[in-house]
């Protein structure tokens, strides 16, 4: 399979893997033939590219970090536990974050579980959501980012559980920002953005009355728009103020919040997003964390055509686990553009060959 952009979609091309709505069902399921009136569908959706079938990778394969089912089953806790904390906000009522913590906890326990058995790097490509949604979506995929790069930043059992809940939790403030103003597609008036702003001290208020929720979870949700430099909200505070979790989670949150496709922007690749992180080292981030991170994350996804820097084309076939920054590749076309019997060929093996762009189709698409 290879990853298609939706602008270069045609009639007939088969979808390789399902797209989900926003609840979490089946919209076109794997083997669908895409009609015109479904690709325009799809445009409407959000959807910025899918994988489809192709004769040349058909055994390339795309292994999900997290199961669909477990994803899905995520997604459904998040979307009611929040719906159900905006009801009670609405309504005037106490919020009893002791009853629904358990819930938040158990998908940690799971996406933990998956994560750990997950030898490759972590890729996590979105498929379709409404943006009325993009909170629930964003959450988990931060808890999934936040725990592998917690992992591999050396946390324990005990942490990684403390940080996940963390992550879950980071953004359950916006439950209380008006919809109008999350999904603004216009530049955003001062009084505007200070009113987003707010999401991170009413999360902090929300979940420090909890006596099941840990306090360090809390300031998650307090600190996680903090920034190394002190150039962040709410508080401004830098270095060594800011607690780890929430340091990790910002970088997180910034990774997810880029490759996402949102109502004002379109959705940017991996390797483009890694980049933005680099540029905030020692200013907004820790470099030792967006080092950690980019060891950990698929910066080239399964199925994405690239241009080699000896001008052949390849598809990214799978991860090399020890430098995701050089996958191996299936190479398809020659330095000249003409079409070969497709082989494989390890950038972890054959150093002087580099990625230097990816799908020009794709790249527009999503970089625009």
């Given at each position: 399979?290879r990853?298609?952009?939706?602008?270069?979609?045609?009639?007939?091309?088969?979808?390789a893997k399902?797209?989900?709505?926003?609840?979490g069902?089946?919209?076109?399921?794997?083997g669908?033939?895409?009609?015109?009136?479904?690709i325009?569908?799809?445009?409407?959706?959000?959807?910025?590219y899918?994988?489809?079938?192709?004769?040349?990778?058909?055994?390339?394969y795309v292994d999900?970090?997290?199961?669909?089912?477990?994803?899905i089953?995520?997604?459904?806790v998040?979307?009611?536990?929040?719906?159900?904390?905006?009801?009670e906000?609405?309504?005037?009522?106490?919020i009893?974050?002791?009853?629904?913590?358990?819930?938040f906890?158990?998908?940690?326990?799971?996406i933990l579980?998956?994560?750990?058995?997950h030898?490759?790097?972590?890729?996590?490509?979105?498929?379709?959501?409404?943006?009325?949604?993009?909170?629930?979506?964003?959450?988990?995929?931060?808890?999934?980012?936040?725990?592998?790069l917690?992992?591999?930043?050396?946390?324990?059992?005990?942490q990684?559980?403390?940080?996940?809940?963390?992550a879950?939790?980071?953004?359950i403030?916006k439950?209380?920002?008006?919809?109008e103003?999350?999904?603004?597609?216009?530049?955003?008036s001062?009084e505007?953005f200070?009113l987003i702003?707010?999401?991170?001290?009413?999360g902090f208020d929300?979940?420090r009355?909890?006596?099941t929720i840990?306090?360090?979870?809390?300031h998650?949700a307090?600190?996680?728009?903090?920034?190394m430099?002190g150039?962040?909200?709410?508080?401004?505070i830098s270095?060594?103020?800011?607690?780890?979790?929430?340091?990790?989670?910002?970088?997180a949150?910034?990774?997810?919040?880029?490759?996402?496709?949102r109502?004002y922007?379109?959705?940017?690749?991996?390797?483009?997003?890694?980049?933005?992180?680099?540029?905030?080292?020692?200013?907004?981030?820790?470099?030792?964390?967006?080092?950690?991170?980019?060891?950990?994350?698929?910066?080239?996804p399964?199925?994405?055509?690239?241009?080699?820097?000896?001008?052949?084309?390849?598809?990214?076939?799978?991860?090399?686990?020890?430098?995701?920054?050089?996958?191996?590749?299936?190479?398809?076309?020659?330095?000249?553009?003409?079409a070969?019997e497709p082989?494989?060929?390890?950038?972890?093996?054959?150093?002087n060959?580099?990625?230097v762009?990816?799908?020009?189709?794709?790249?527009?698409e999503?970089?625009?």
């Amino acid at each position: 399979m290879r990853i298609r952009s939706i602008s270069s979609l045609r009639e007939n091309d088969c979808i390789a893997k399902p797209i989900y709505n926003e609840h979490g069902q089946i919209l076109l399921n794997k083997g669908y033939t895409l009609t015109s009136s479904m690709i325009h569908r799809l445009k409407e959706k959000g959807v910025t590219y899918v994988y489809i079938e192709d004769n040349t990778t058909k055994d390339i394969y795309v292994d999900d970090v997290i199961t669909d089912r477990t994803r899905i089953e995520s997604l459904e806790v998040i979307k009611d536990n929040f719906l159900t904390i905006s009801k009670e906000m609405t309504l005037g009522k106490s919020i009893d974050m002791d009853k629904l913590s358990p819930s938040f906890s158990r998908i940690v326990t799971n996406i933990l579980t998956e994560i750990t058995s997950h030898k490759e790097a972590v890729s996590m490509l979105s498929n379709v959501f409404c943006y009325d949604s993009y909170v629930f979506h964003h959450s988990l995929n931060v808890t999934v980012y936040s725990l592998a790069l917690g992992k591999k930043y050396g946390l324990n059992a005990k942490q990684l559980e403390e940080l996940g809940l963390g992550a879950i939790l980071h953004d359950i403030g916006k439950i209380a920002i008006p919809l109008e103003v999350l999904n603004k597609t216009d530049s955003l008036s001062d009084e505007e953005f200070r009113l987003i702003q707010e999401h991170s001290t009413i999360g902090f208020d929300i979940l420090r009355k909890s006596h099941t929720i840990p306090l360090l979870t809390a300031h998650c949700a307090y600190q996680h728009h903090e920034r190394m430099d002190g150039s962040g909200y709410p508080r401004g505070i830098s270095g060594k103020d800011i607690h780890l979790y929430a340091k990790l989670i910002g970088v997180a949150d910034v990774f997810d919040a880029v490759t996402a496709n949102r109502v004002y922007r379109k959705a940017r690749l991996p390797h483009e997003a890694l980049e933005i992180l680099f540029a905030g080292v020692n200013t907004l981030f820790e470099k030792d964390m967006v080092e950690a991170f980019a060891k950990t994350i698929a910066i080239y996804p399964v199925g994405l055509e690239v241009k080699l820097s000896d001008g052949r084309t390849a598809v990214v076939a799978k991860q090399n686990p020890e430098l995701p920054s050089r996958p191996t590749v299936l190479v398809i076309n020659n330095d000249e553009g003409e079409a070969v019997e497709p082989y494989e060929l390890s950038l972890l093996e054959h150093l002087n060959v580099t990625i230097v762009s990816c799908e020009t189709t794709l790249s527009q698409e999503v970089a625009s």
